[in-house]
T-cell receptor, first 114, second 113 residues
């Protein structure tokens, strides 16, 4: 079945550092890919998405590129801020076989310090 | 409504009691999901409704768990004879259709004592 693997946290960075959170997936067909963010004490929010190979999703300075050849959707940001501290979840929406449900990774906690 | 609404926001129940959790999806959204998030854990899929199709119940952890969606809108997740391991945040999400992104509610924090 569909699965998502993302790097374990917590990831601790200094403000203005470069961020990469790795995400790889296994799915039948051509899934849509998503990054969700959960700020402390809040619900999950969609951060960005990509629906086909080579698409780049971007939002709030974060980017992720749908790489079918490496089945990856790594999240990047050039300069993180303290306010980016949150848990980040990679997810996929299978279009075949997986029945269209959203499958999530285990989440990566990001801590940004001054 | 403007977003996915879940009630109650917090629920404390005694072991062995039944509980019902409610989800009001975004108006017009045909897909509805339930997930469970235990402390420090990821999201565990429970059940998925899409339009009038039979729901995908493959994530329900035991026959104590059930869910229904009436009239293609409001959904209720029922947990019978609650156990302490059922303590978690139960999240509901909806999406416009089967391929678009999902929007999440704030969740119901269930504590079984």
């Amino acid at each position: 079945g569909d699965s998502v693997t993302q790097m374990e946290g917590p990831v601790t960075l200094s403000e203005e550092a470069f961020l990469t959170i790795n995400c790889t997936y296994t799915a039948t067909g051509y899934p849509s890919l998503f990054w969700y963010v959960q700020y402390p004490g809040e619900g999950l929010q969609l951060l960005l998405k990509a629906t086909k190979a080579d698409d780049k999703g971007s939002n709030k300075g974060f980017e992720a590129t749908y790489r079918k050849e490496t089945t990856s959707f790594h999240l990047e940001k050039g300069s993180v801020q303290v306010s980016d501290s949150a848990v980040y979840f990679c997810a996929l929406r299978g279009l075949t076989g997986g029945g269209n449900k959203l499958t999530f990774g285990t989440g990566t906690q990001l801590k940004v310090e001054l | 409504g403007a977003g996915v609404s879940q009630s109650p926001s917090n629920k404390v129940t005694e072991k062995g009691k039944d509980v019902e959790l409610r989800c009001d999806p975004i108006s017009g959204h045909t897909a509805l999901y339930w997930y469970r998030q235990s402390l420090g854990q990821g999201l565990e899929f429970l059940i998925y409704f899409q339009g009038n199709s039979a729901p995908d119940k493959s994530g329900l952890p035991s026959d104590r768990f059930s869910a229904e969606r009436t009239g293609g809108s409001v959904s209720t997740l029922t947990i019978q004879r609650t156990q302490q391991e059922d303590s978690a945040v139960y999240l509901c999400a909806s999406s416009l259709n089967s391929i678009t992104e999902a929007f999440f509610g704030q969740g119901t924090r269930l504590t079984v004592v």
